[in-house]
Nanobody, 125 residues
Framework: QVHLVESGGGLVQAGGSLRLSCAAS????????MGWFRQAPKKEREFVAA????????YYADSVKGRFTISRDNAKNTVYLQMNSLLPEDTAVYYC??????????????????WGQGTQVTVSS
């Protein structure tokens, strides 16, 4: 059974940085794609970034391109989301997700198979 645990959320001022982590267990993830999504109050869950576990190719939403970086540490089975130049509109619960096909250009949440519990990110103005 796949288990995803996010950490690293918190409160930060606009312009600041945070790094989210997603510890993955329960499978060999070499044939998976890993993604980050976020959901703000009263809004739909939206795609943020994805990475192919094997090879490391990445894909980003336009809204975070150039500010956020997704990466993975194979030895630790952990995926990261480095968030720089944060804006108040980045405030949301951030979720880690995994899908069993290693294609990163997939932005619809229903195409992902496993989800973490989420971590809150709040950016103050």
């Amino acid at each position: 059974q796949v288990h995803l645990v996010e950490s690293g959320g918190g409160l930060v001022q606009a312009g600041g940085s945070l790094r989210l982590s997603c510890a993955a267990s329960g499978r060999t993830f070499s044939r998976y794609a890993m993604g980050w999504f976020r959901q703000a109050p009263k809004k739909e869950r939206e795609f943020v970034a994805a990475i192919r576990w094997s090879g490391g190719s990445t894909y980003y939403a336009d809204s975070v391109k150039g500010r956020f970086t997704i990466s993975r540490d194979n030895a630790k089975n952990t995926v990261y989301l480095q968030m720089n130049s944060l804006l108040p509109e980045d405030t949301a619960v951030y979720y880690c997700a995994a899908r069993t096909e290693p294609i990163v250009q997939v932005t619809r949440s229903e195409r992902y198979d496993y989800w973490g519990q989420g971590t809150q990110v709040t950016v103050s103005s």
